[in-house]
């Protein structure tokens, strides 16, 4: 299947619900009038996309319809796709883009962070990269043999200790493990934390601190989010931000909800750079992200519903 048909699918959810949404606006007739620009922005928000995206995407919208002089609805909402794309927050590409670095992994139990390390483990040597894994997470057991498994598929090595440890000594061992063998991407898997619970999040900001200290690597900081967590997305992505100064964003779980939008909400709100987008459990499901693909895969086409 090819990359935009997979992204497609895995957005598949979320379109279906934008397209019921927006056929119910379009039923009205296409007059561009204060009801059409009122409901496209309670249209674009029930789509999860935040208020401020919807609200600055609206007003962009309405601006250019009268300066172009655009006949009606289905000639605004053929902008759409572009002008969703240049909401989100751009760059990002030092991360993941094949130069050295040393990459946190950090989020809310369950957001898909050691699924996520291990995906790329595996595309990051098939590439040739001289890859390093970390296991942080030493509260949960399973999460150490879930990374170790992937170790494994990836054929990377991986630094662990026993459950319970200090994280942060695992981050020790990783960074000095990563400089005696020259490893040129490092990638550490943290415990999964709410972003309400201050006492965590402290002790996460001790293990990032710790690692941007001593990696010679650059090290950058991801929040994993969860796509079927919706709104509840931002409030995470605004505490962990605030705590530890993100780099940019991997949504996961896309293929499983209606609550895409929450993508664009976090980059746009928080001026975070989308990384990848995962949109299944296998191995070739993270992919990169584009946002021009993410729109147009969540928007569809109008000239068929029309
Ligand atoms: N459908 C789908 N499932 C995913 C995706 N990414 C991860 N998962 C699944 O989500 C579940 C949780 O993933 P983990 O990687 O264990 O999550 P985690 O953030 O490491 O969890 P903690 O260590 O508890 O914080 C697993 O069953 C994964 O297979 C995705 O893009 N799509």
Known sequence: MGFFSRISEGLARSRE???EQMNVLLDRGPDLDEEFWEGLEETLILADIGGAAASDIVEDLRDKATRKAL??????????????AEAFCAGGE???GG???CVLFVGINGAGKTTTVGKLAKEATDAGRTVLLGSADTFRAAAIEQLEEWARRADVE??????GSDPASVCYDTIERAEQ???????IDTAGRLHTSADLMRELEKVVNVVRKRSKLPVYTVLVIDATTGQNGL????EFDRALKLDGVIVTKLDGTAKGGIALAVSHELELPVL???VGEGLGDLKDFDAHDFARAFVGDFDERS
């Open 71 to 84: 006949p009606d609805a289905y000639a605004v909402l053929d902008m759409l796709n572009d002008r969703m």
């Open 276 to 278: 990848k987008i995962g």
């Open 181 to 187: 063998k020259n490893a040129d991407l490092v990638l």
């Open 235 to 238: 409030a995470q992505a605004r």
């Open 17 to 19: 619900k934008f397209t």
């Open 99 to 101: 130069e050295p670095a």
């Open 94 to 96: 030092e991360v993941f």
């Open 158 to 163: 991986i630094c662990t200790r026993e459950r």
